[in-house]
């Protein structure tokens, strides 16, 4: 009888030699544990080569050093208010006022500005208490101090290197009359060669102060003068103080226009702490 054939044992001790060195699944051995991966989150790098910053940047519209405080404007126009003498309306004034800067605004026309010609840089422009008087006429300045003028707005917006900005928006028929208020007050229709009666509009009697004859720098040959939307021009504002004045009145302005009435009882409100609320009477 043949003898039955039987594997090599040094081949089988040979294989299982080499499964075992072997880094590969092998039913003689378990396998192995798995070592988990570790993640580490690093921050990405900036292409610039300025050192990082961790202030937030600021919007364009904004001014840090725009002065908020309007307890010295909601004062000047507090005592206007509740006194019983008006007769020296609009003359005697507080500082605040008097040596002030007008940011003038016209309903549905939008805000006073100048063009620079060729480097398209845009200028706010800004009247003085003075300029302010002969531009709207003495009846309807006195009656933005006295808060009593329909549709017209006196609103203080900040403080900045000591002059306190303020927001006036009028309809676009305000009044203003030669002879209006002390003589001598409106010599400027006189310059501009305007025989008497009144103005049709107030961005005509704006326009009329360019041909006063103590002129300034400010209404020059480079110059246009329009009247707008800040929308239109309010990225072009090269000034920060410019820029942040000019958003402030616009907000302030539209805040007005749009809380005229009580959300409760629906009466009608006034202005409040100089422009920065509105109070129900009731």
Request: contains cysteine.
């Amino acid at each position: 009888m043949a003898p039955t054939a039987r594997p090599h044992i040094g081949y089988l001790s040979t294989l299982c030699l080499l499964l075992a060195s072997a880094d590969v699944a092998s039913p003689f051995r378990p396998p192995a544990a798995v070592t988990p991966v570790r993640r580490v989150w690093r921050r990405p790098t900036t292409l610039s080569s300025e050192p990082a910053s961790s202030a937030p940047l600021a919007p364009w519209y904004a001014d840090p050093e725009l002065c908020r405080d309007r307890s010295a404007a909601t004062e000047a126009l507090g005592w206007l208010r509740k006194s019983e003498d008006d007769s020296g309306l609009p003359w005697i004034v507080d500082d605040e006022l008097a040596d002030g800067r007008f940011l003038l605004s016209v309903e549905g026309r939008g805000t006073f500005a100048m063009d620079e010609e060729g480097d398209g840089a845009v200028a706010p422009l800004y009247l003085s208490y003075g300029e302010l008087i002969k531009a709207l006429g003495h009846a309807a300045v006195k009656g933005l101090l006295l808060d009593a003028s329909a549709g017209s707005l006196l609103l203080w917006v900040g403080k900045s290197g000591g002059l306190d900005y303020w927001a006036v928006h009028v309809p676009d028929d305000a009044p203003a009359k030669e002879g209006d208020g002390k003589e001598g007050d409106n010599t400027w229709m006189a310059s501009a060669g305007q025989s008497g009666g009144e103005l049709r509009t107030v961005e005509e009697r704006v326009r009329r102060l360019r041909l006063r004859t103590d002129a300034d720098a400010r209404f020059d040959d480079i110059q246009t003068l329009t009247l707008r939307p800040l929308r239109e021009f309010g990225d072009a504002l090269s000034s920060a103080v410019d820029a942040a004045v000019c958003a402030a009145a616009n907000g302030l302005v539209e805040f007005h226009r749009a809380h005229r009435f009580c959300g409760t009882c629906g009466a009608p409100t006034a202005v409040a702490r100089a422009g920065g609320a509105r109070s129900c009477p009731s």
